[in-house]
């Protein structure tokens, strides 16, 4: 255990040395879920007298702060808002993970565990990575022309932005005769739909997607027009 540094002292001296660390590998979590981020002290941590900051790019502007015996949130990153909590029961446990709600595709990247007390800091770099596996993609008839018809393919809630494929049949790659269309939701994931018009001679086609992050992929048949 660590002792709290002296009032006075005539020299500088480190009262307490400790390492902190999370996950080697990126923390994985579905969008739309709560994920609980590790962190872990190597020292046991008090309630009072420790400062515990998770931050990304910013130091000033936390993901969620702690120090003085509670939550400090005035300078919350305002995209953290009402979605983080530490579970200060278990500062006595050397444990300061974070506990992010409703995740989203902004969420994806690193985040940064800093810990200062008793006369030391340190801090470790955990990776956050953001899945969304997106809805079933459908298919329907989205107008006529002499030779054929015109098909859109629609999907929701992807994360990172997914390819959309196109194939006959024989499996051919039609995907450079469509249009791709992607845009972002309120939760920062991507809904996709992609237009593409076929002729009557084609029996079968398929829209494929898929997230090259998960791999996770999704395949409809329809019989041709």
Known sequence: ???????????????????????????????????????????????????????????????????????????????????????????????????LEDVRGTDNGEYTCFIDYAGWYEEAVIQLQVLGLGSRPWIQVDGQHSDGVRLLCESSGWFPAPEVLWFDDEGNNLTTHSNWTVREDSKDLFNDNSLIEIIHSTNKIRCLIHNSENKQEVKLQISGQ
């Open 1 to 99: 255990q660590c002792s709290a540094p002296p009032t006075l002292s005539w020299s500088v001296s480190l009262d307490c040395e400790f390492t902190v660390s999370g996950p080697a590998l990126p923390v994985s979590a579905i969008a739309g879920s709560d994920v609980v981020v590790d962190c872990k002290c190597s020292t046991d941590l008090p309630r009072e007298g420790v400062e515990v900051r998770w931050f990304r790019t910013s130091f000033d502007s936390s993901v969620h702060l702690y120090k003085e015996g509670r939550d400090h949130l005035e300078n919350q990153d305002k995209n953290y808002r009402h979605r983080t909590q530490l579970f200060v029961e278990e500062f006595i446990n050397g444990n300061v993970s974070l506990r």
